[in-house]
């Protein structure tokens, strides 16, 4: 009995001292029934600080001593077993002081440190001359903007934006044993679109000769071209009115119609034939009769170079009921620029008009001038 109440003791005795030795184990293990179960979005309590002082409010854990400090213990958050999403951590993990200082920088070659200095400086300075160049720039262009003026003679006009054209004016005279005045005043026009083409052209010359007058005529010449985008043919419509008070007429009138074929049409170069049919009226005249004619003609226009340009045009114009009886219309230019900037050009030109017959006067009349022009 005695035997059998000393063993009981002794195993009782060996028992306690694993518990404690257990209970003194670092990593804070307790037994499964202190476990308890927490919510998944529970947060745990951030680590405590190494050497950081406990607060009144905080309870006093179990700390462990190591060679870098003494490590505050955590209560377990949760059984691995009974939440797979949160796993065991240690709280027994070697931490440095806070107050340790920052360990030392890797100490550098002089040269290496010297030529890192040197680099910061030189950007720097690229820096500031950059801004100081792009300080520079700023308020000239504005300068630019403000000063710039367009001059008095370029027309600004936003309904004249698709338009081009010129003005040309010529003078000469003699006073003395003879007395001359000429004066040649025109205008040319021009608009063109992806799909119309009109062109207006207007001259006038009148010469004086001690004070009779030689010469007072006036032209005016429009057509109008309908464009294709998918084929070179055209159509046009035409129309000149010719008053000239040295004519057996005072004013023909002529108006003709058909298809125009463009084999050449680029910025550079222009070459259009036209074919048709029209009528030509003279008012004023022995045979006010309206006559009519078909209209055969062909137009160039070349850019040579940025400063010079040239044209020429014929149109024929014969009798439907006898092609003996026609008309010939011929022209001839050449302009060259003269100053870019008030784009004021020299325009040489020459026109033969052929009428066959023309009872009562001439079959030829040629008029030739070197007038200025002014573009738009």
């Not at 009148?206 to 070179?232: C, H, M, V, W």
Request: net charge negative; hydrophobic share 35%; with cysteine.
């Amino acid at each position: 009995m005695t035997r059998s109440i000393s063993i009981a003791v002794v195993g009782l005795l060996l028992l306690g001292c694993a518990v404690g030795a257990v209970a003194q184990e670092p990593s804070g293990w307790q037994s499964p029934g202190s476990w308890q179960v927490l919510p998944l979005d529970y947060q745990a309590a951030p680590p405590a600080r190494v050497n950081a002082p406990l607060l009144p409010t905080q309870d006093a854990l179990p700390q462990t001593t190591t060679p870098y400090g003494t490590i505050e213990r955590l209560p377990p958050v949760q059984s691995y077993w009974e939440n797979p999403l949160v796993t065991p951590t240690s709280s027994a993990v070697p931490m440095a002081p806070i107050d340790a200082p920052p360990p030392a920088a890797a100490e550098q070659p002089e040269s290496l440190a010297s030529s890192q200095k040197e680099g910061e400086a030189n950007k720097e300075v690229d820096l500031e001359e950059q801004l100081d160049i792009e300080g520079d720039r700023l308020p000239l262009m504005f300068e630019s903007v403000v000063i710039e003026r367009a001059p008095w003679y370029d027309l600004d006009i936003p309904w004249l934006d698709p338009w081009e054209g010129n003005f040309e004016m010529g003078l000469d005279g003699s006073s003395g044993n003879s007395n001359t005045f000429n004066i040649r005043l025109g205008a040319e026009a021009k608009r063109k679109t992806k799909r119309h083409r009109l062109s207006l052209d207007l001259d006038y010359h009148k010469n004086t000769n001690d004070s009779i007058e030689t010469a007072n005529r006036l032209y005016f010449e429009g057509r109008y071209e309908r464009l294709s985008q998918r084929t070179p043919w055209t159509w046009f419509l035409q129309q000149t009115t010719d008053y000239d008070e040295f004519q057996p007429w005072d004013v023909r009138v002529v108006a003709s119609t058909g298809l125009g074929y463009r084999f050449l049409d680029d910025e550079i170069t222009t070459l259009t034939t036209r074919f048709g049919g029209g009528f030509s009226q003279d008012v004023g005249g022995p045979d006010q009769d309206c006559v009519p004619e078909m209209n055969y003609g062909i137009e160039y226009e070349h850019q040579m170079t940025k400063r010079q340009k040239i044209g020429a045009s014929v149109e024929y114009f014969p009798k439907v009921t006898c092609f003996d009886d026609f008309r010939l219309v011929s022209k001839a230019d050449w302009e060259v620029l003269l100053d870019e900037e008030m784009n004021l050009s020299l325009k040489v030109s020459a026109i033969d008009r052929y009428n066959q017959p023309n009872p009562g006067g001439k079959l030829n009349d040629v008029d030739y001038s070197i007038v200025l022009l002014w573009s738009f």
